[in-house]
């Protein structure tokens, strides 16, 4: 049974941190490019980052180059998302997901096969 967990969300003051991760079971991460979304309340899930595990690659959301960071831990078997410079505006669930691809950079939900829980990150002003 695959399963992706996420951790890492909380409540931040504008322009501070967080380090989101995404630990996985049932699936190795290297056979897949993993990816960050966010859904706010009213709002479509939106992408934020992606990452070929095996070869390191990534891709980001125009809204969060800059701030936030995608990257993995080979031994761990995670996925982790940085984010700096916080905003009220990132306030979401944000949702790690697998789609068995070890070649593209994936950018829509759609293409997701796995999903984690989610993680609530809240930006106060």
């Known amino acids: 049974q695959v399963q992706l967990v996420e951790s890492g969300g909380g409540l931040v003051q504008a322009g501070g941190s967080l380090r989101l991760s995404c630990t996985g079971s049932g699936l190795t991460f290297s056979w897949y490019t993993m990816g960050w979304f966010r859904q706010a309340p009213g709002k479509e899930r939106e992408f934020q980052a992606a990452?070929?595990?095996?070869?390191?690659?990534?891709n980001y959301a125009d809204s969060v180059k800059g701030r936030f960071t995608i990257s993995r831990d080979n031994a761990k078997n995670t996925v982790y998302l940085q984010m700096n410079s916080l905003k009220p505006e990132d306030t979401a669930i944000y949702y790690c997901?697998?789609?068995?691809?070890?070649?593209?950079?994936?950018?829509?939900?759609?293409?997701?096969?796995?999903w984690g829980q989610g993680t609530q990150v809240t930006g106060s002003s």
């Open positions: 990452i070929i595990y095996s070869l390191g690659i990534t």
């Open positions: 997901a697998g789609a068995p691809s070890r070649t593209y950079l994936f950018r829509t939900a759609d293409e997701y096969e796995f």
